[in-house]
Nanobody, 125 residues
Framework: QVQLVESGGGLVQAGDSLRLSCAAS????????MAWFRQAPGKEREFVAA????????YCANSVKGRFTISRSNNNNTVYLQMNSLKPEDTAVYYC??????????????????WGQGTQVTVSS
């Protein structure tokens, strides 16, 4: 069984930066495509960014492109989300997700097998 644990959330002001981390247990993390999703109050969970398992190719939603960067350290079994130029509309619970197999990146909720418990990010104006 794989467990994902997010950290790094908090309360910041518009324009600030945060880096979220997601620590994964299990020896097969290196083969997992990973992603970040977020869910704002009253809204559906939405895709933010994804990264492949081996090549490290990334893909970000248009709403965060140019501001957020996803990366991973297979040595540390950790995936990161660097968030710059934060806006109030980025306020949400951020979730880490892992997919058991695959070579590409994936953007759908149903594409992922494992989820973390979420970490709150609040951006004040």
């Amino acid at each position: 069984q794989v467990q994902l644990v997010e950290s790094g959330g908090g309360l910041v002001q518009a324009g600030d930066s945060l880096r979220l981390s997601c620590a994964a247990s299990g020896r097969t993390f290196v083969s997992f495509p990973m992603a970040w999703f977020r869910q704002a109050p009253g809204k559906e969970r939405e895709f933010v960014a994804a990264i492949t398992c081996s090549s490290g190719a990334t893909y970000c939603a248009n709403s965060v492109k140019g501001r957020f960067t996803i990366s991973r350290s297979n040595n540390n079994n950790t995936v990161y989300l660097q968030m710059n130029s934060l806006k109030p509309e980025d306020t949400a619970v951020y979730y880490c997700a892992g997919r058991q197999r695959g070579s590409g990146y994936y953007t759908g909720l149903k594409d992922y097998d494992y989820w973390g418990q979420g970490t709150q990010v609040t951006v004040s104006s």
